[in-house]
């Protein structure tokens, strides 16, 4: 029967399988195990039908999930050195920066993109957790930088959108330098008497929490995302006290007073338009004006 085994059933396989079938068809949640079928997990932009759990988003589905018919205009950001303290951990710096690039295709943690959302001009910067878990180096401040200038230059409204874990350590105190520039910026587009939305995602931890990221005009966040400074475990142990359940998620800080809404993915588009036709006055006052 060998020659079944290895002859036969091998070409026999080769003439069924179909190259046109991917391998990811399907997702598991990862909060909730429900498999779901890759394009309806991708309609749903990322979120679960079943518990509705909001996974990662990258930045460009995010765009076109919130600019008007998913078209926007995609903003450069000028390079800078990567390594300038020579730092080096279990391996170089440079090293993590070339493998995380080659794995995940991204330059950095941040994009930044110009649009309409309800017929009004937006820029939005947006964290991408899958380089380096969102940490901010000075790239990412550029990035936000950046996305200030352009909000004034365009009279547009400015949306940020972190996840993260905080600051890079790899980038020591010129990381930390971009919790005043990231400041200074919004206080940038508030002076030009534009408005300035938060988008919680999670996680957003460390210094872009203790920055840019909680002085939105208005704070928005997304259902289940953890939002906070210091992690849970540091906070009982200096507190020496259990912390409830749900500490730190978005629906724990809405209740207490530090966002304003929790609104999911579906209904952001439309809830943000609301927002701008409020802070921006009617389209037909612009027209007008």
């Not at 076109?64 to 170089?92: C, T, Y």
């Not at 440079?94 to 009004?120: C, F, H, M, P």
């Not at 365009?154 to 905080?166: D, E, F, M, N, Q």
């Not at 530090?258 to 579906?266: E, F, I």
């Amino acid at each position: 029967m060998n020659w079944i085994t290895n002859s036969v059933l091998p070409k026999i396989k080769a003439w069924v399988k179909s190259d046109d079938v991917p391998d990811n068809l399907w997702v598991k949640c990862s909060a909730c195990s429900q498999m779901i079928f890759h394009r309806e997990y991708e309609q749903a932009h990322n979120c679960c039908a079943t518990c509705g759990h909001h996974a990662i988003l990258p930045p460009e589905a995010r765009f076109s999930m919130l600019f008007d018919s998913a078209k926007f205009e995609k903003i450069a950001l000028s390079p800078v050195e990567d390594d300038p303290l020579k730092f080096r951990d279990s391996k170089k710096y440079t090293d993590r920066l070339r493998d995380t690039r080659n794995k995940t295709g991204l330059n950095d943690a941040i994009a930044v993109s110009a649009g309409e959302i309800n017929g009004y001009p937006v820029v939005i910067a947006a964290f991408d957790f899958r380089f380096m878990g969102g940490s901010m180096g000075r790239m990412v401040g550029n990035g936000i930088v950046r996305a200030a200038q352009e909000a004034v230059n365009r009279k547009a409204a400015l949306i940020t959108v972190p996840s993260t874990g905080g600051a890079r350590m790899q980038e020591g105190v010129l990381s930390l330098m971009q919790l005043p520039r990231t400041i200074a910026a919004v206080e940038m587009v508030r002076d030009a008497g534009l408005p300035y939305f938060v988008l919680l995602a999670h996680p957003t931890t460390g210094g872009v929490t203790a920055s840019f990221a909680m002085l939105g005009d208005i704070q928005i966040a997304e259902p289940g995302a953890i939002i906070g400074f210091a992690g849970r475990r540091v906070i009982e142990e200096t507190v020496r006290e259990n912390l409830p359940d749900d500490f730190q998620t978005a629906e724990y800080l809405m209740d207490h007073g530090m966002v304003d809404a929790v609104v999911p993915r579906a209904e952001q588009p439309v809830y943000i338009g609301r927002l701008l036709d409020f802070m921006m006055g009617s389209k037909d006052s612009r027209k007008h004006a």
